[in-house]
């Protein structure tokens, strides 16, 4: 019996959190994080949004936790721009391994990047990933940077204090 909706996020997610695979992505960084945490809060604020909008948001919540599913390794060399325009198609071909996408998911996975990507948004569940990436993305890039400038005056004091020794 589903009791809250932290429990139904959980049912709705928990093969794919338990995919030793998409676990690798516990491994890759992003923004400062792993890629599996990145993908994670993306899934539960798409969860927590397109439920409220009484849109498709079982299909969503998968979808928002798969729009990441690329390995460091897949990544062209010295192609920022071109990897985060490629990157979405490279998470629907890995999703695509192991689960049977919808073409609504596959879109939704696809145009993430809007407008920096080849595929447009087509469905409002689409718009609704790529707002809460961006969202989540400045958040976490946010906090990455301030956790680091907050790293260098503490070791900027610490110098200081030692040197004063
Ligand atoms: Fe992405
Ligand atoms: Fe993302």
């Known amino acids: 019996m589903i009791k809250t909706e932290k429990e139904e996020f959980n049912v709705l997610i928990k093969d794919i959190i338990e995919n ?9 960084m992003h923004h400062g994080i ?3 945490q990145h993908s994670y809060r993306v899934a539960w604020g798409v ?3 397109t439920k409220k909008l009484h849109f498709q948001y079982q299909e969503a919540t998968r979808a928002a936790l798969l729009h990441d599913f690329y390995f460091n390794y897949q990544l062209e060399e010295n192609g920022d721009v071109k990897n985060l325009v490629e990157h979405p198609s490279m998470a629907v071909l890995n999703a695509s391994k ?10 939704m996975i696809e145009s993430h990047m809007f ?20 969202l ?3 958040y976490e890039q946010n906090r990455y940077k301030v956790g680091m400038k ?5 070791l ?7 040197l004063q020794k």
Do not use: H, W
């Not at 907050?150 to 503490?154: A, F, Q």
């Open 150 to 154: 907050l790293g260098v005056y503490l």
């Open 98 to 107: 192991y689960y049977d996408l919808s073409e609504r998911q596959k879109n």
């Open 115 to 134: 407008p920096l990507c080849k595929v447009m948004p087509k469905y409002k569940e689409s718009f609704c990933i790529t707002l809460v990436d961006k």
């Open 20 to 28: 030793s695979s998409f676990r690798e992505l516990d491994s890759e």
């Open 47 to 49: 969860y927590k949004l």
């Open 34 to 36: 792993s890629r599996f």
């Open 156 to 162: 900027f004091l610490f110098n200081m204090l030692t």
């Open 136 to 138: 989540v993305a400045i």
